[in-house]
């Protein structure tokens, strides 16, 4: 009896997998040069791997204005529909204050400056706000809309 016990808990556990592909990185690498190639600011990658089963990496940028985060949203996105993205997650793009896109593996976090220093999403994974956004003045996104 002890060796049918032994034996079953020497047996391999169900393995978690991390998605450890070169695809993630990639795909992380791609959206980086997209944004800056359209001049976004201040953009960091935290490596969530094994820390979180929502995705690989983080990217956090900053816009100008809201037009900008605005752009710099469609810019990514019409990138990765050309590679083939198809179900892509946006939210926030009408207010353009904080503008998420959900790519699977990667999720970008495009915030108007004083927003992203409100929100301080870099202070969850213990990673310290760029040098860029320290004089930033935080500030709560406008929550009112305008409807044509």
Do not use: C
């Amino acid at each position: 009896m002890e060796s049918l016990l032994t034996a079953a808990h020497q047996e391999t556990p169900a393995k978690v997998t991390i998605k450890d592909g070169p695809e993630s990185k990639e795909l992380s690498d791609f959206i980086q040069h997209v944004l800056d190639e359209n001049s976004a600011q201040d953009v960091i990658e935290i490596d969530i791997r094994g820390k979180s089963s929502i995705a690989d990496y983080l990217l956090v940028a900053s816009g100008r204005s809201n037009r900008h985060v605005s752009a710099l949203a469609d810019y990514v996105q019409r990138a990765l529909k050309e590679r083939g993205f198809k179900d892509l997650v946006v939210e926030g793009q009408q207010a353009s204050d904080w503008v998420l896109i959900d790519a699977g593996d990667v999720i970008l976090h495009v915030f108007r400056p004083e927003v992203r220093v409100f929100y301080n999403l870099e202070k969850i994974w213990s990673v310290p706000l760029p040098d860029g956004l320290r004089g930033v003045k935080e500030q709560a996104p406008d929550d009112t809309t305008e409807e044509a």
